[in-house]
């Protein structure tokens, strides 16, 4: 990471402009608070901007300025950095504006279950955004292309293809690889395949990201596969999104941290993200046994109409819900449920009770069952504990990330993540709570991930650095996107500069795409 070492640079033309020639910047920042993303105590000072960096931080500096904006009672701070969202719709949304909005310049987008742009260098050529996107390898594309929906392990050859596909991904530009191993197909990979996989990615200096096989009951041995990743493909590992779901497991987060903290007493290369809040979205498979989903829609059809089947298929999904939700269908909650749009945003305890059913156990299963037939749902799920939260939230190695999609106002039901997540954190867990001063939030905000994946010109507001800076008012910072009522913007983001081009000014949008995908850096 860089260090405020070189602010001597600032210093040294601060000295030449006192002798003759001054430098004239193109955007010179009045007055602000510096939270300058090392952790280091905030500080007031002029930031200059010229040719898309910093080039100056100090007094006085207005006067050279070819635009010159007060921001005086605000802070200003780098760029955050949302470590993992939904970019599929990038096309659609270049703007990006609900990420914008909470501050965000850089989002990496893992692809743990998504398709994966490809050719990816050719993806990467065609597109202009307004914020810097960072681009993986991923698995669930690439082992649906090989094997489809199958349930086994690939053969020699396929394995091989497989391989390729990641080599042939890192050569146009990702940054690692990514799974999402608690979804089908990729819940079918084991542990070998991931290695053999996450070691063509280490070769070219990549990081290993995934969101784990199991986040409920199973999440022990899920963190523990994810660290014998990275010790047999000798690659960093990142966990996207560390929770724990269920009722029945709240308060584990002291354990998987624990065994994070063991990892790294041992030299291994881990961190991990948290996103603030208590509920997480996916897809209806989630509630299902990977096996009974294997291979096709008609293939589940077929097994549900089996009697001995289904009774299986009854008897495991009654323990799953217990270990993913909260302890009834209210903690069900539906984005989306094709053919019955009257159901956005209500509950499965809703669907129940205007179907004429009770809101039972056995009555939530029969109706999952259903609604999978039917080709399923994408849902919110209440069931995680703010204790677990705020205890990853605390964590050394803790970064964060929105696990949010690229939206428009009032399409669809997001979870308020899309919308609130940074603000959330600024708002509710600093200002309100006092989980984390300012300056470790914004750490953990930016120069954190920066450090992380090498981008060493990135993450701090200081002499030479890229010019990716939020200004925000500390006083005002908010999330107001809510569960019932998601499509609200968060408050109090006052500008954002994306390498030197300003993308949000006095809270309107400017409509610039300056946005880069970033390229691999060592580490």
């Not at 960096?53 to 955050?80: C, Q, Y």
């Not at 949304?93 to 990496?108: K, M, S, W």
């Not at 881990?270 to 008609?298: C, G, K, R």
Request: with cysteine.
């Amino acid at each position: 990471m860089a260090v405020r070492g070189t602010a001597s640079v600032g210093l040294a033309l601060l000295l030449l402009a006192g002798c003759g020639d001054a430098p004239v910047y193109d955007t010179v920042l009045v007055g602000g608070t510096v939270v300058d993303g090392s952790g280091a105590p905030a500080f007031v000072a002029d930031v200059a901007i010229h040719d898309g960096r910093i080039a100056a931080l100090g007094h006085d500096l207005g006067s050279r300025g070819v635009e010159v904006i007060d921001v005086s009672g605000l802070i200003v701070s780098p760029g955050f950095w949302d470590n993992h969202a939904h970019l599929v719709t990038l096309k659609l949304y270049p703007d990006a504006e609900n990420f914008i909005r909470q501050g965000i310049t850089t989002v990496l987008a893992p692809l743990h279950s998504q398709p994966q742009p490809w050719p990816l260098d050719v993806y990467m050529d065609d597109v202009r955004m307004a914020l810097n996107v960072g681009m993986f390898a991923g698995h669930t594309w690439i082992r649906e292309r090989v094997i489809g929906l199958e349930n086994r392990p690939p053969t020699e050859p396929e394995l091989e293809w497989m391989r390729a596909l990641v080599d042939s991904t890192m050569q146009q530009g990702a940054l690692g690889l990514s799974t999402g191993l608690e979804y089908v197909p990729a819940a079918y990979a084991d542990l070998d395949e991931v290695v053999e996989l996450a070691k063509v990615a280490a070769s070219y200096g990549g990081i290993y990201v995934t969101h784990m096989r199991d986040e409920g009951v199973r999440v022990i041995e899920a963190v523990q596969e994810t660290l014998e990743v990275g010790r047999r493909a000798g690659i960093p590992v990142q966990i996207n999104h560390h929770k724990v779901t269920g009722a029945e497991q709240w308060g584990t987060t002291s354990r998987t941290l624990a065994l994070l903290d063991s990892a790294s007493a041992a030299e291994q290369e881990v961190v991990h993200d948290v996103y603030p809040y208590t509920a997480f979205s996916t897809y209806s498979d989630l509630l299902f046994p990977s096996w009974v989903l294997a291979d096709s829609p008609e293939a589940f059809a077929a097994r549900v109409a089996d009697p001995a089947i289904r009774e299986r298929l009854v008897s495991e999904m009654r323990t799953i819900y217990g270990q993913q939700t909260g302890p009834g269908p209210e903690s069900v909650q539906f984005r989306t449920l094709d053919g019955r749009p009257d159901m956005t945003g209500l509950t499965l305890a809703d669907y129940l009770v205007d179907a004429g059913r009770p809101t039972t156990l056995t009555e939530t299963i029969e109706a999952l069952i259903e609604l999978q037939l039917a080709g399923g749902f994408i849902g919110i799920f209440h069931g995680m504990d703010e204790a677990d939260v705020v205890r990853i939230m605390q964590h050394p190695t803790s970064m964060f990330e929105t696990d949010g999609d690229l939206v428009q106002p009032g399409v669809g039901f997001p979870h308020p993540r899309t919308y609130g997540s940074f603000p959330r954190i600024l708002g509710r867990y600093v200002r309100e709570l006092g989980v984390l001063t300012l300056e470790e939030a914004v750490r953990k905000m930016t120069s954190a991930p920066a450090e992380w994946l090498g981008q060493s010109d990135r993450g701090l507001v200081d002499v030479g650095m890229v010019a990716d800076i939020t200004v925000f008012d500390a006083d005002r910072i908010a999330d107001r996107s809510r569960f019932t009522d998601p499509h609200h913007y968060s408050e109090g983001v006052v500008h954002v500069w994306v390498g030197g081009t300003a993308v949000l000014l006095a809270e309107e949008t400017t409509g610039a795409r300056p946005g880069l995908f970033l390229e691999r850096e060592s580490r």
